[in-house]
């Protein structure tokens, strides 16, 4: 495994042919080999070594059959221990070197703490951690907090060396692996302008000039394409009540020219955070299926980041959680119709409509298109009358 320690990274495994070591109630016998693994730019962060753009070197050393690493035992990164070697009696290690006081040893795979009757029954070949004093070790999940702080430190030789690896593999999981690295890697976030990122804005009229401009028109598309699912249902609403229908389409249209059809909801520019679903990087989150509070699989994009993610953030939705064509838009008909001298609430449809306020922007596997089985809040539909008392 590997073991990390000023600057050096090591890598320790257990082996057959440690006499005496042999756990109580099996056969056979276990010891532990060391040898140095390859690091870049090794630090340290909240207790927790790091390391930046680490490599699993295949070749290192390994212990010679029937060699064994005394306690004091040091090896330097490049050399091999010798068979019986032992260090000169009363003598330490030099500050720094291995093994460290108050250090621990680990399982590679989660972390367990070894104790001295658990290490002798271990098998062959498992792999361990040497902790330092305040180190923790999180197996597999530590192992993916380096890999992280790599993507954020080493990202162009990681996509070159994605590159090469994808150009011999054949295992089709394994390309979709590398493709997928690729792909997330080979961003320009940052950029806004045409001219800072061309390739971005392939297949895009050129009347789009930033990123942002482009995203906030693909949102007020949007919302003229739900004003045009109501004024379309006006052939479903009783004649008699269609010049009022009319009327409320009239003012629902008026709100959203006044308002730029709420395009600053895929605008990372927008100053009002609360005002867009996005962050100031333009990372957007899936909120999750209607029915849930979040999204299981954590799904999220940057439109901003390449030309592939713009066009994959037009697969996702906005969702209404009270359904446009089964709830809402038919409630407005029937609202209209019978009013009954009441004044219909149209700006509480506008809310479920257009707003936030019932709107959730999911990912498409997350936009569940069964029946929702909601319904309007009935007593929202009309505006309350206001009351007026005689002065006598």
């Not at 870049?40 to 060699?67: Q, V």
């Not at 045009?228 to 249902?233: I, K, N």
Request: aromatic fraction near 8%; charge should be positive.
């Amino acid at each position: 495994m590997l073991l990390m320690d000023a600057g050096r990274i090591w890598r320790c495994w257990t082996g057959p042919g440690l006499a005496g070591a042999a756990a109580p109630g099996r056969a056979g016998a276990a010891r532990c080999g060391w040898g140095p693994a390859r690091s870049r730019g090794l630090t340290r962060s909240k207790g927790f070594t790091r390391s930046r753009g680490l490599t699993r070197s295949r070749g290192f050393a390994r212990p010679e059959p029937g060699s064994r690493p005394e306690p004091g035992f040091h090896q330097e990164p490049g050399s091999h221990p010798e068979q019986g070697s032992h260090p000169e009696p009363g003598s330490h290690p030099p500050a720094g070197q291995l093994p460290l006081a108050g250090s621990r040893l680990c399982l590679y795979e989660d972390g367990t703490e070894l104790t001295e009757s658990y290490f002798r029954a271990l098998p062959p070949q498992t792999e361990l951690v040497l902790l330092g004093p305040g180190e923790s070790w999180r197996g597999c999940a530590s192992d993916i907090e380096l890999l992280l702080a790599a993507f954020c430190s080493q990202q162009g030789a990681l996509v070159e060396a994605a590159r090469r690896l994808l150009t011999d593999e054949r295992a089709p999981h394994r390309q979709k692996l590398l493709a997928d690295l690729i792909h997330n890697l080979s961003e320009n976030i940052l950029a806004e302008n045409r001219e800072d990122d061309k390739k971005w804005f392939e297949g895009l009229e050129s009347r789009f000039k930033n990123k942002s401009s482009y995203l906030r028109h693909s949102c007020e598309s949007r919302m003229r394409g739900y004003m045009r699912e109501v004024s379309g249902f006006i052939s479903n609403v009783h004649p008699a009540a269609q010049d009022a229908y009319r009327g409320i389409m009239d003012l629902m249209a008026d709100k959203l020219k006044s308002v730029k059809y709420n395009g600053c909801y895929f605008d990372r520019r927008e100053e009002e955070e609360a005002a867009r679903l996005c962050t100031a990087e333009g990372w957007f989150s899936c909120q999750g299926p209607f029915d849930r509070d979040d999204c299981p699989c954590k799904h999220s994009i940057n439109p901003y980041s390449n030309r592939e993610s713009r066009i994959l953030f037009s697969t996702w939705n906005l969702d209404h959680v009270i359904e446009k064509k089964r709830a809402v838009v038919p409630e407005l008909a029937e609202a209209v119709k019978t009013r009954d001298g009441r004044e219909v609430n149209w700006e509480y449809f506008y809310q479920l409509l257009f707003t936030l306020d019932n709107l959730k922007l999911v990912h498409i596997a997350c936009h569940k298109k069964t029946n929702h089985n909601l319904s309007c809040d009935k007593t929202r539909i009309y505006r309350k009358r206001k009351q007026t008392h005689e002065i006598s």
